[in-house]
């Protein structure tokens, strides 16, 4: 293989992401043009292995098509997407709890070399909104379908985005849910004069402004994700690229 990188599978293409060196142990390696594809999973102590394969992209991206049943049509997850689909009962930890099989053995996707491509593309997306004094994202808040307590979500990085995003499609999103926190609805809510403090650069209790209101970009807007917002926002950058 051409400086030791895997090839894609049609031979017409290469995705010089990961050399053989790295892939060598992982089950199930393939190329494609734009993407390095490897078995991945996530265990359920009711249900089991749900087994998928993992796409890895270039611009950070990662992908998983399951195969938890031979009819399964989910085939466009997030990796948290994928840890609950698969019935993972400690789930929000899907960095720990997918895994890859390296030399016959379940490794936490967190200790594989496969996440290079998204920990950089965070880092530059934090990086990028600081350095060249475009909008940030200030900390929003969302409601308990169960106890209406409002719940704090900060937005630093792509991941935490994706997190507060599907949090807002869940009509039934509860504090048990929450990605970060331990909390659940015996928990206190904020105190109001907390609330005001969401993390603006410009001022500390700013109630919104050009420097912490972000109306799409894409560290919040998502190419896998069907709301009609990310693809309206994937619809009009493609147009203008």
Known sequence: MANGAVESESGCGSAVLFSEEELREMSGVKGGEEFVEVTCGCTSHRYGDAVGRLRVFLNGDLEIACECTPGCQEDKLTPAAFEKHSGRETARKWKNNVWIMVSGEKVPLAKTVLLKYYNQASKNGNGSHKSSGKVCHRDEFIHCNKCNKERRFRLRSK??????????????????????????????????SRRMYRGCSRSPTCKGCTSCVCFGCEICRFSDCSCQTCRDFTSNARAQA
């Open 159 to 192: 991941e935490e985005c994706r997190e507060h995003h599907d949090a807002t499609l869940d009509v039934n999103w509860q504090c048990s849910d929450h990605p970060y926190d331990r909390i659940t609805c015996d928990n206190d809510e904020e105190r109001a």
